[in-house]
């Protein structure tokens, strides 16, 4: 049974290994082409990964789930959808760095039609690679693929962020809380702001959430704030969570 659940956890590895043994079999040049190429991209792989690592250590540690909601979140709108193109256009490093980083960027709630577009502005229009494609190509070519690529990156984001849900994705999900405020129920009083200014604050005269609460404690003191709001505006969300 054991040995079964590990070949069920592995079937990919081992479909590989046995592609390399037909191959070697079949033909043994061109396996130990393969074994050499398959060993140059294991070497850039092991240059690259710890870095990319750090980076989404960074983004899980020190970036708030706030600052990401706001700039790649299903409210980011066009802006997000900007952000996301620049982020992947200036990314550096081969296209499989850019999964880790997706992933921390959706657990922290970037949207799907975001990611989207990193991943693929990271694969075809990075920066450095237009610039050979410039020189190689012409710049008018440049210009018209980039454009064209431009428009198919977004069509692809916004079907891709209809299909596919968060929940659809292979990750460990849980629940977590959301702090949400009813703009139009909100009457401005301030109190919320007042009582706990490290999760509320007061913005042309609506109150906005600043942080989401986490920890026992802090959940206690918002559940209180909510119960003071005069209008009811204040309310405490469960969702899905993708780590
Ligand atoms: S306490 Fe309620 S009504 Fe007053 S500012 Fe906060 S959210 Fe708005």
Redesign the pocket.
Known sequence: MKAISIIKKNKLLIFVALAYLVVFVISPDKAMKSVGNSVYYLVEMLQVLPVIFLLTVVIEALVPKEMIIRGFGEKSGFKGNLLALLLGSISAGPIYAAFPISKTLLGKGASISNIVIILSSWAVIKVPMLANEAKFLGINFMIIRWVLTVIAIFVMAYITGMIVKKKDLPVDSKKTETLE?KEDY????????KLLPEY?EMNQNK?VVRKVPEGKDALQAVKESIEK???K??ILNKEEKTP
């Not at 909100?186 to 702001?193: E, K, M, R, V």
Request: proline share 6%.
């Open positions: 405020i909100c009457i401005g009083c301030g109190l919320c702001a509320y109150a709001c005069p209008s505006a204040i």
